[in-house]
């Protein structure tokens, strides 16, 4: 399958600052990029997607920024709050395929 | 709730039983996965399943063996499994356009453990 990796494997930030999770992917083919949240007991979670026509896309307190170049995918948490703690998971893959591969996940933990 | 319900949340079994995991989406989607995910690796497509037919299958064991009776319902089918299967089996569904753009709703999964 694809390698979609991430950087950091845990990543703890205080409450009110802003989070930034990375992700590397590998194959140049893919043109849709997600980002999903995983929360304990619960099922991945929709947070925002980029498709590769674009490099940057915001959503309510979060933006995802896309580098073609570099392979680089990245998630920014605005105003982290403790309700963002969670497993975060990138996932790439070619649209018209309905196949996509996910990394490894970065777990965020929020300091009170 | 996302609109995909899994059953059963919870199951052990051993090597020799058979059991099945069901799925169902209430979203109106036309594409149904199922997702595994082990501890310390990423989640692993299985299957995907396009307008009912089988589009997808990623060189999983046939000792699993999925089923999409309809759109709406999926299932995962359980024989003489190994202790290494024991993980997060996941369900999503999401609607299929033209033009890409594949949102996947995952369900809460099944926690399978194989004894």
């Known amino acids: 399958g694809e390698s979609v990796g991430l950087h950091l494997p845990t990543l703890s930030v205080q409450e009110g600052d802003n989070s930034i999770i990375n992700c590397a992917y590998s194959n140049s083919a893919s043109d849709y990029f997600i980002w999903y949240k995983q929360e304990s007991g619960k099922g991945p979670q929709f947070i925002i997607d980029?498709?590769?026509?674009?490099d940057k896309r915001q959503g309510q307190r979060v933006t995802v920024l896309l580098n073609k170049t570099v392979k680089h995918l990245s998630l920014q948490i605005a105003a982290t709050q403790p309700g963002d703690s969670a497993v975060y998971f990138c996932?790439?893959?070619?649209?018209?395929?309905?196949?996509?591969?996910f990394g490894s996940g970065t777990k965020l933990n929020v300091k009170p | 709730e996302t609109g995909v319900t899994q059953t059963p949340r919870h199951l052990v079994m051993g090597m020799t039983n058979k059991k099945s995991l069901k799925c169902e989406q209430h979203?109106?989607?036309?594409?149904m996965y199922w997702y595994k995910q082990s501890a310390k690796k990423p989640l692993e497509l299985m299957f995907v399943y396009s307008l009912e037919e089988r589009v997808e299958n990623n060189s999983v064991p046939s000792r699993f063996s999925p089923e999409c009776p309809n759109s709406s319902h999926l299932f995962l089918h359980l024989h003489t499994l190994q202790p290494e299967d024991s993980a997060l089996y996941l369900c999503?569904?999401?609607?299929?356009?033209?033009?890409?753009?594949?949102?996947?709703?995952f369900g809460p999964g099944t926690r399978l453990t194989v004894t």
């Open positions: 979203l109106g989607h036309n594409a």
């Open positions: 980029i498709r590769s026509n674009m």
């Open positions: 996932a790439e893959g070619v649209s018209n395929f309905n196949k996509f591969y």
């Open positions: 999503a569904s999401s609607q299929v356009m033209k033009r890409g753009g594949n949102e996947q709703y």
